[in-house]
């Protein structure tokens, strides 16, 4: 834990945006079961940064499109052949998804017809092969797994599918589930458009984060950091210093670093003192993502009084931070509105 707040005020250095310069948009990732999903956010081999969050999921698949020859194509098997390997051993499930990429659209109606198999891992490999198919047929198919299946990876590896189909026909099918009388596919709509970058799902998703179920909180405010509005804000600061669960608090902590909003930051100080290690530490990398100067003594008391060795002992020692950038004054020639606060090792460059 030292350490990364090390380097989030060893990011003190020199750079070209400046401090007050409006945020580009955020970009969706194209991957989500990380869930997805976005994606790995440090390589803590403790804890990930949301290894703790994600929802479980089989395996994590290349994206790459086999070609097969051109011999091979009229000898090989039927779809419904190589399905049923999908719920089979390593080896031959990863032959028969690689046969099922390359069928393309010939293999959608019949992976679509195994999307009630009672079998989890031939569902999560269905909805996971439409979506390295990428054809839009599919898509129908993908909103009812994504709002109905009653497995989270396989919902959310319905979502991720969706998001690779890129098709914005896709949204109103998933408003109307949002706004229909299903509270459970409402909800799971509601998730999926989050996913989708669409902004009708934001009251659904505040509202979730008064929900009973942690997972459904956590949830909301996962897709909060995604999709927002001017009240978005308060409401995961709230989160991130009061829910009762360690993973929504340190999600919440998360999607306040994603939005980088200089509201954020009142509460992202307050949330380096939390009980819990998990959450200190995602609150000092989302102050970092924010990427204002103002937080430096907030930082700094935080690594003084951090005691979690463990925590430390995951990251690399940066070296001593630079806390010479001053308001008013000068750094290497560049105005200190213009410099960055960055996490070096970790990806993050605001």
């Known amino acids: 834990m030292k350490y990364i707040l090390r380097s989030a005020l060893a990011g003190c250095s020199v750079g070209v945006r400046r401090m007050h310069e409006p945020r580009s948009g955020l970009v969706l990732p194209a991957v989500l079961a990380a869930v997805c999903l976005a994606a790995g956010l440090c390589g803590c081999s403790r804890d990930d940064g949301a290894s703790a969050s994600r929802p479980p999921y089989v395996e994590d698949y290349p994206a790459a499109k086999v070609s097969l020859p051109e011999a091979a194509i009229s000898q090989r098997p039927d779809a419904d052949r190589l399905i049923v390997d999908l719920g089979a051993g390593k080896e031959a499930r990863k032959e028969a998804r690689e046969a099922l990429i390359a069928m393309g659209t010939e293999a959608i109606e019949p992976l679509t017809k195994r999307l009630d ?7 999560w490999e269905a909805v996971n092969i439409m979506g390295y198919i990428g054809d839009k047929s599919a898509g129908p198919a ?5 709002t109905g299946d009653s497995d989270v990876p396989v919902r959310w590896r319905s979502m991720w599918a969706l998001n690779m189909l890129d098709d914005p026909a896709l949204v109103p099918a998933l408003v109307d589930i949002m706004q229909g009388d299903d509270e459970g596919r409402s909800w799971h709509a509601a998730v999926a458009l989050s996913m989708l970058g669409s902004h009708e799902a934001v009251p659904a998703l505040a509202g979730g984060l008064e929900h009973k179920d942690d997972w459904v909180r956590w949830e909301a405010v996962n897709g909060l950091g995604r999709v927002h509005d001017e009240r978005t804000v308060k409401l995961l600061g709230e989160r991130v210093l009061d829910d009762p669960v360690t993973r929504v ?4 902590a998360l999607s306040l670093g994603r939005m980088r909003d200089a509201g954020a930051v009142q509460f992202l100080e307050k949330a380096l003192q939390d009980r819990e290690m998990q959450v200190r530490w995602r609150a000092a990398m989302a102050l970092g993502q924010i990427g204002d100067v103002r937080v430096l003594p907030a930082l700094k008391a935080g690594l003084a009084r951090e005691e979690d060795e463990m925590a430390s002992s995951q990251f690399e020692r940066p070296g001593l931070p630079n806390l010479e950038c001053r308001r008013g004054g000068f750094k290497n020639g560049i105005r200190n509105q213009e410099v960055r606060i960055k996490f070096l090792g970790h990806g993050f460059d605001t």
């Open 142 to 146: 993908l909103v009812a797994a994504a």
């Open 117 to 123: 198999d009672g079998d989890f891992t031939t569902r």
């Open 249 to 252: 608090r340190q999600e919440a």
